[in-house]
């Protein structure tokens, strides 16, 4: 019997036109070729499955090629089959991550003195050449700058950041795209048809986007698939049953029962999940995708473009934005990018997964202004829907209009008095006009100890924060102990306000409010 080799090793690229999702890279290189214009030195960027290493090898078998057409290599002359088989000595690839010290990079300087033994040119692959350290860097950096004219280097990395800017300098970059799902997947629809693997579409569909944009991911997750199905046809589901996902619908049930604050479905929602052999961890990052698809559709008018889902779940997801806030989905966004990072290292997923879902379910206790907006969404919501009725008080005569019931004025803790007193001193006693900023800003107090310097705008708050410094001192040398401070825009001051005691009746919209009628010691500025 013989061996059985790996889908992605078996339908690994070997002509340019067979690269996938590339062609602004491919058609470059083919045209150095044509046009004899083929540089010394080129750096491959990517994520990983991208064909960084695949377009390496057909580049340099085609620029040894002994009758290239069109700048593609023919693949049937000897040099092209020998690299094909992997026993050209001409094509070098060398692994960086294994290979990284100076000794490894000094034995390519003396080897690249020796012209080919048969071809034009040596081509030298260096793999996950980020890797490399910096006595290699610097060994490697004076055959980059005057290699011999028979010698091309093909530099691969994922993380072209780590790489200095000498060598980056020294090479031709291009930068390998993610890859489509719809490619993946039609791809994908073509090799199942040649290993006669019989999968439905919305199973190839569902393998290429798990794939994240890396064709050999796709593959190897085809081939798991087909291993374990061998000899059934693949469909959605069986792949969700490999990868451990759940299917879409769940996401769209899960959401509405957050809005609704449903903490018994949820726990429903787990339970199922966990049963099936589900993983907490990938469910929760499968659900952060739903969110991000969820918020790019309530933001952009055409989120299909943007979106690799069917025209079923766009739909979908366009009737959930009708029931749920953007203010609501910034939040879990947050919440479960928290939990996606803090499950990772949990002993018990599930635990993790269930607080976080019940926390959401209970009123909102964070401090954070995106917290209290989306409580305030969800309040909003279950208003317009009805949840909430108002009785009339029962006075048994006359009923008082509540417009003519005037908001009680806050009261003033000594301290905060005191504070007052100490900014007016410290103002009054500013004489230079570039102190003006300062003279204009107010002194505010909201809850708890801290005060706000409220200033006109976001500029004048950062001319204010050059400051800070001094009006501590000012108010230590007066008051005798330590003051916390704030500086904040009038504007968002009005906001956090309106957050924490409502927002008055006495307040227009289209005009400044009387701070004045609602803190005492405040003045309207003009």
Known sequence: MSSYQALYRKFRPQTFDSVIGQEHIVKTLKNQITGGRVSHAYLFCGTRGTGKTSTAKIFAKAINCLNPHDGEPCNECELCRAANEGRSVNIIEIDAASNNGVDNI??????????????????????????????????????????????????????????????????????????????????????????????????????????????????????????????????????????????????????????????????????????????????????????????????????????????????????QTKRISKSEISRLIGVFSELSSEIKYASNKRVVLEVCLMKLCTPVVEADYTAIAAKLAALERKLRSGAFVAKAPDSGGETENPKKKKQARRAISEDYQKALDTWDKITSSLKSPDDIIIKRAKLRQLDGDKLYIVSDNLINSRILSDKMDDIKDAFEKELGAEVEFEIISRNEFKKRYEMLFGGGDDQPEEEEADWSSIIPGIEVEP
């Open 106 to 319: 000094r034995e390519i300087r003396e080897d690249v003195k020796y012209p080919p033994a048969e071809g034009e040119y040596k081509v030298y692959i260096i793999d996950e050449v980020h890797m490399l350290s910096p006595g290699a860097y610097n060994a490697l950096l004076k055959t980059l700058e005057e290699p011999p004219k028979h010698v091309i280097f093909i530099l691969a990395t994922t993380d072209p950041q780590k790489i200095p800017p000498t060598i980056l300098s020294r090479c031709q970059r291009f930068d390998f795209k993610r890859i489509g799902a719809e490619d993946i997947a039609q791809t994908l629809k073509e090799y199942a048809a040649k290993e006669s693997i019989q999968a439905d579409d919305d199973a190839l569909h569902l393998v290429a986007r798990l794939a994240d944009g890396s064709m050999r991911d796709s593959l190897s997750l085809l081939d798991q698939c087909a291993a374990f199905y061998y000899g059934e046809k693949l469909t959605r589901d069986k792949v969700l049953e490999i990868v451990g996902s759940v299917d879409d619908s769940v996401f769209f049930e899960m959401t509405d029962k957050i809005a609704e604050g449903d903490a018994g479905a949820l726990m429903n929602i787990v339970n199922s999940i966990i049963s099936d052999g589900r993983d907490a961890g990938q469910f929760a990052s499968d659900y952060l995708v739903h969110l991000r698809n969820l918020m790019i559709t309530a933001s952009v008018n055409d989120a299909g473009k943007i979106l690799n889902v069917s025209a079923e779940s766009a739909e979908a997801l366009r009737e």
